[in-house]
């Protein structure tokens, strides 16, 4: 019986220990983050040429609507401001849909944006910019991510740590137990349709365009100089580039598709881990396993990918600056 009571103590020393990292954690990282995503979405708003704004400012925007979640409902909990006239599990279920409707919509933005990015590199002369068009499609995404998180708000709820001390309260949010039957189900197709197709598609995406950069060129008619020259070619409508303006576009259209890879790459990794977790948690119970050393190494593991996904705050305002800034052209 001691040998039980000292694995369960150790247990929620390990979980009051866990607990105090990524409060922190959340603490740190937002202090330093939402300032530099304010910055960020101030300087690509200053930006008005480029036809991805609407996008980028969104992305910015939702990040600062998650990231500004966790950082209050950390506060919240360790303050108990609000645990007087708002249950739990209310608390729990708002935090849920906010979170994962804003991360659902990050995801599927970059989908778009990359999406638009592909129609104008193979179709440049059909493709129409809109910004108008962008708010529309934007409103579409948004409201399709809220619908699809609509289940948080029946199936998150606040429980508590399974422990067998009665004088002991750890409370954290979760899933309620009473729709164990079919929210797995659920909870997987809302992880394959929130994170893993769009973030897929968004690596393809860009994989294709960087593969078959040039078959664009095949609705361009290049004419060479002696033509021009004798006149042998007739045509309507000339442009006159030189070859190393033409090398030149290639090279920044190149570097900018490079970019965006590696800041869908690197999305993906700092996600990855933290969804992988979360939903194999959901076949195959650690968090609430019976066995008091899997629960702590699940511990160690959760907060180990949580910190991970939290980095993506601090790496999101960098690299869509490095997006949005300008490659000099060199003197045709």
């Known amino acids: 019986m001691s040998h039980v009571v000292d694995e369960n ?77 708002l249950p739990g599990s209310i608390s729990c279920k708002a ?13 599927w933005t970059w989908v778009v944006m990359y999406a638009q990015r592909f129609l104008f590199v193979f179709y440049p002369l059909r493709a129409r910019r809109s910004r108008w068009k962008s708010y529309y499609i934007l409103t579409g995404v948004l409201i399709s991510s809220a619908l699809l998180q609509l289940w948080t708000l029946l199936f998150i709820t606040s429980r508590h ?49 960087l593969m078959f950069k040039n078959s664009c060129h095949e609705q361009f008619t290049l004419v060479a100089n002696e033509e021009i020259g004798d006149g042998t070619r007739k045509q309507s409508n000339m442009k006159i580039v030189s070859s190393n303006t033409i090398r030149s576009s290639e090279r920044r259209r190149s570097m900018a598709i490079r970019r965006c890879l590696a800041s869908a ?52 305002p960098l690299y869509i600056f490095i997006l949005t800034r300008n490659v000099k052209r060199r003197p045709s």
């Open 265 to 316: 790459t690197i999305n993906l990794l700092l996600n990855l881990p933290n969804y992988s977790l979360q939903l194999f948690d959901e076949f195959y119970p650690l968090r609430n396993n019976p066995s008091t050393d899997v629960r702590r190494k699940f511990l160690k593991i959760d907060a180990f990918v949580y910190i991970l996904y939290l980095l993506q705050f601090l790496i999101s």
């Open 9 to 85: 103590q150790a247990f929620i020393d390990e979980w009051t220990i866990s607990s105090r990292l990524l409060f922190y954690t959340v603490v740190i990282i937002s202090v330093m983050a939402l300032p530099m995503l304010v910055a960020s979405l101030i300087y690509v708003m200053l930006r008005r040429k480029s036809q991805f704004v609407s996008y980028l400012c969104s992305i910015l925007s939702a990040n600062m609507v998650l990231l500004g979640t966790l950082f209050a409902s950390v506060i919240i909990e360790k303050m108990n401001i609000i645990d007087d006239w």
């Open 161 to 209: 740590v399974d422990v067998s001390f009665h004088d002991v309260e750890r409370i954290y949010c979760g899933d309620d137990p009473s729709y164990s039957s079919s929210k797995i189900i659920i909870i997987f197709v809302e992880c394959v349709i929130a994170f893993f197709i769009p973030l897929t598609l968004t690596i393809l995406a860009d994989i294709s365009v």
């Open 95 to 107: 935090t849920a849909f906010l979170v994962n409707t804003s991360s659902c919509f990050i995801h």
